[in-house]
């Protein structure tokens, strides 16, 4: 079986190390494992995919021989290296929205538009975490009942905001348990700009002047952008919350066709990603704690919406750092191998 250079930019970061963790469990072919961060983590050593890797500092000539790159390291560091990747004929895997609404960029979840790879040149956008997976639940709806409208409230873990966001909260929390005086400030600014521990922060990304963020705006765009719909209607808001992993999401979606809550179970339950974890009665409906380190997105709490009149409300759960980021990208390396539409094959 043919071997492939895999090169992780950010192999440092929550997302990183989610991604060499993936590559060994799906056993993807990987011939080189390229660990790639800033000058912080340069010489730092990581076992990855076998071998035990020095972590590089990356540089324009980080990519050379490389297969695929993938990228999850802020989206300045995308723009400042993407370029040399693809010059190295090295195909972009990016974690970041530097380029996700680029006309040019394919912005790609394999089980709803994985067709849009065939057309790419040299760089692929994974979307936002939340966008992920609120799609792995609305998509088969949209393609039996025809998606309208919807309206999104996001739930949001703190490792969506990087290791540094866990951190904080594990420190805000056994601070408060114990009783102790708070720690003095940290020589870098908080992560968070509000306690998290014991609190919601209704705030993620920088405010717009319509008042929306810009991670609530990102709901709307990715969406219109994966399902080829630019007309669709979404109202967003996103709130970070105090749990570590894996984001939550609460839809209520308008069809265009009569919808039915049997129908739209079987149309869940045969869609290949999601699981529908539904049985409100028996207490069975996902939650975080259920979801994350799991491959699957869960929907639970399927009823038909009373505010609409073809609606449907539901809840969807799935670990940001896996299907919102490093397992959507390994996915999409997967995929670009088996279409044969990777550069350099
Ligand atoms: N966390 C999530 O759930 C999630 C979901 C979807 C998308 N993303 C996106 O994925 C990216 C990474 O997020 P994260 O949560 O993994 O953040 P993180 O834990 O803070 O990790 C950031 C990584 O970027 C590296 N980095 C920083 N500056 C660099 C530079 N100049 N050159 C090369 N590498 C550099 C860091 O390396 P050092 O160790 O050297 O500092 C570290 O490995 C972001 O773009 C984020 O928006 C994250």
Not at 38 to 59: D, P
Not at 190 to 218: C, M, S, W
Not at 292 to 313: I, T
Request: charge should be negative.
């Amino acid at each position: 079986m043919k071997k492939y250079r895999i090169g992780i930019v950010g192999a440092t970061g929550a997302v990183g190390q989610e991604i060499i963790h993936l590559l060994e469990k799906r056993e993807f072919p990987v011939a080189e494992a390229r660990l790639l961060a800033s000058s912080r983590s340069a010489g730092r050593e990581i076992q990855a995919c076998g071998n035990l890797e020095v972590v590089k500092e990356t540089n324009s000539d980080s990519f050379k021989n490389l297969d695929i790159a993938i990228f999850s390291a802020g989206s300045q560091n995308t723009v400042t290296f993407a370029d040399a990747a693809r010059k190295s004929d090295c195909v972009v895997i990016d974690n970041s929205s530097a380029f996700r609404m680029d006309k040019d960029v394919p912005l790609v979840i394999p089980e709803i538009n994985g067709d849009a790879l065939e057309s790419h040149k040299g760089i692929i956008a994974n979307p936002n975490c939340s966008t992920a997976v609120a799609l792995m639940g609305l998509y088969p709806l949209h393609k039996r009942f025809g998606l309208k409208r919807f309206f999104a409230s996001t739930y949001q873990a703190v490792s969506g905001a990087g290791a540094e966001g866990v951190t904080e909260l594990e420190n805000q929390v056994k601070n408060q348990i114990s009783n102790e005086p708070s720690p003095p400030p940290p020589d870098s600014d908080p992560v968070f700009q509000h306690p998290i521990a014991f609190n919601l922060i209704p705030h993620i990304d920088d405010f717009r002047e319509d008042g929306y963020t810009k991670e609530e705006l990102k709901m709307r765009n990715e969406t219109r952008k994966i399902l080829g719909i630019p007309s669709i209607q979404v109202s967003c808001t996103c709130v970070r919350v105090p749990v570590l992993r894996a984001h939550s999401i609460s839809i209520n979606a308008e069809f265009d066709s009569p919808v039915n809550v049997p129908d739209a179970r079987t149309t869940l339950e045969n869609f290949e990603g999601v699981e529908l974890w539904d049985l409100p009665n028996a207490l069975r409906y996902p939650m975080p704690i259920n979801y994350s380190e799991k491959e699957l997105c869960g929907v639970g709490r399927l009823r038909l919406d009373h505010g609409f009149s073809n609606g449907l409300a539901f809840w969807v759960v799935g670990d940001q750092l896996w299907k919102g980021a490093a397992l959507n990208a390994v996915q999409i390396a997967e995929e670009l191998i088996s279409r044969k539409c990777l550069k350099n094959l």
